[in-house]
Nanobody
Framework: QVQLVESGGGLVQAGGSLRLSCVASRNIFSIPVMGWYRQAPGQERELVALMTTIGITNYADSVKGRFTISRDNAKNTVYLQMNSLKPEDTAVYSC????????????WGQGTQVTVSS
């Protein structure tokens, strides 16, 4: 079992920045993929960014060049640095921990609201 707690959301003006944090209840070194997803009202949840234990990253096209995902295994924390925010980035952002396979798992945090005003 892995509990994930996000923080860092809030209200920001367009062009501003926020840094989201996701703290895991156990060492994330053994978690193959940590990611951030978002869901806006009336829309499906979508991948924002993910990062593997060996540093491979993947970003949604809409955030490339603006968002950066990173992980600090020593602090059991994954970050999402969001720069040049746009109103369309407004959503609930959730952290995810995933491992596929027979011993796989898929855990989610409760989410943190990000609101970007124009």
């Amino acid at each position: 079992q892995v509990q994930l707690v996000e923080s860092g959301g809030g209200l920001v003006q367009a062009g501003g920045s926020l840094r989201l944090s996701c703290v895991a209840s156990r060492n994330i070194f053994s978690i193959p993929v940590m990611g951030w997803y978002r869901q806006a009202p009336g829309q499906e949840r979508e991948l924002v960014a993910l990062m593997t234990t060996i540093g491979i990253t993947n970003y949604a096209d809409s955030v490339k060049g603006r968002f950066t995902i990173s992980r600090d295994n020593a602090k059991n924390t994954v970050y999402l640095q969001m720069n040049s925010l746009k109103p369309e980035d407004t959503a609930v952002y959730s952290c995810n921990a995933k491992r596929t396979g027979v011993l796989g798992f898929d855990y989610w945090g409760q989410g943190t609201q990000v609101t970007v005003s124009s």
